[in-house]
């Protein structure tokens, strides 16, 4: 994987920074309040369409598109990957499981212990998510 050029972050519209781009991937800081993908109201303010119009070059006709990797959610600020091509997208999420993962929450009140882990699950769902939210207060 080669890496562009451009020394700096290029800030897209909404917010959104590319931290990272080659042939494959494009590694992207998305801010709270923005979608990854489009809802059934919402399909333009959206990581995926800013991230399609970019590798687009703003020529909507063109074939070039981008490929949801994981999401985040709306509320949630933090890194999101997606690919470039099929391939690269199939071998990200054929190795998602064992990527380790990171979480930082940052909580507004005052603990009844000095000292605790919650362990709760990140999203609720059919699939019953197996991933885990752990909080270790200090």
């Not at 042939?23 to 801010?31: A, E, F, N, Q």
């Not at 009844?112 to 362990?119: G, L, P, V, W």
Request: proline share 2%.
């Amino acid at each position: 994987m080669r890496k562009r050029s451009s020394p700096s972050n290029r800030f897209l519209p909404h917010g959104l920074v590319i931290l990272h781009e080659d042939r494959d991937i494009l590694v992207v800081d998305k801010p709270a309040g923005l979608l990854t993908m489009g809802t059934d109201s919402d399909k333009t303010r959206t990581a995926y369409f800013i991230l399609t119009d970019y590798i687009r070059k703003g020529y909507s006709k063109s074939w070039n598109r981008v490929f949801i990797v994981h999401r985040l959610d709306r509320e949630t600020s933090g890194i999101l990957i997606f690919a470039k091509n099929i391939e690269a997208k199939l071998r990200l999420q054929d190795q998602w499981k064992e990527t380790e993962k990171k979480y930082l929450a940052v909580v507004h009140g005052q603990c009844d212990k000095k000292s605790e882990t919650i362990t709760t699950y990140l999203a609720e769902n059919k699939a019953q998510a197996d991933e885990i939210l752990c909080f270790a207060g200090s």
